[in-house]
């Protein structure tokens, strides 16, 4: 029986904003404060994705005993979590905080991310905002 969820697309959104949070790790210390803000809303992002993953897969949890409206919202919601995490991972590619690098390579990220921030920190806004509807 469908309720209307795709869980491969809570599963994959899960999975960007698990990756997006290990490679910010592997460059957070001593980078700014709103980078480290940025690296904690991922991993609480993602967690709240795993948890919303599992809700789905129950027919007899609550969110799917809600109905319709509530399914509508709710893959409205991770389609737009998708959305921006898909606009980070470009700005963390345009960083090179994706994948692994020489320490020297971690010091450059960190410097241009600082110089960079104001364009950041609007996306790390929308994630945090998605992630208070979450909770």
Same mark, same amino acid.
């Given at each position: 029986?469908?309720?209307?969820?795709?869980?491969?697309?809570?599963?994959?959104?899960?999975?960007?904003a698990f990756t997006l949070y290990r490679d910010?790790?592997?460059?957070?210390?001593?980078?700014?404060?709103?980078?480290?803000?940025?690296?904690?809303?991922?991993?609480? #992002?993602?967690?709240?994705? =795993?948890?919303?993953?599992?809700? @789905? *897969?129950?027919?007899? %949890? +609550?969110?799917?005993?809600?109905?319709?409206?509530?399914?509508?919202?709710?893959?409205?919601?991770?389609?737009?979590?998708?959305?921006?995490?898909?606009?980070?991972?470009?700005?963390?590619?345009?960083?090179?905080? #994706?994948?692994?690098?020489? =320490?020297?390579?971690?010091?450059? @990220? *960190?410097?241009?991310? %600082? +110089?960079?921030?104001?364009?950041?920190?609007?996306?790390?806004?929308?994630?945090?905002?998605?992630?208070?509807?979450?909770?």
């Open positions: 029986m469908s309720f209307g969820f795709a869980v491969g697309d809570f599963v994959a959104v899960g999975q960007l910010c790790f592997k460059v957070a210390k001593g980078a700014p404060q709103e980078f480290q803000v940025l690296k904690g809303e991922l991993s609480n #992002l993602h967690n709240a994705l =795993k948890i919303l993953e599992e809700e @789905v *897969k129950n027919p007899e %949890s +609550v969110l799917i005993k809600a109905g319709e409206d509530r399914v509508r919202m709710v893959n409205e919601m991770v389609s737009n979590v998708g959305v921006t995490l898909k606009k980070l991972e470009k700005v963390a590619a345009k960083f090179g905080i #994706l994948g692994d690098g020489s =320490k020297g390579k971690k010091i450059w @990220v *960190k410097f241009k991310w %600082s +110089v960079d921030f104001s364009g950041v920190d609007s996306l790390r806004n929308k994630v945090s905002s998605t992630f208070s509807v979450l909770k």
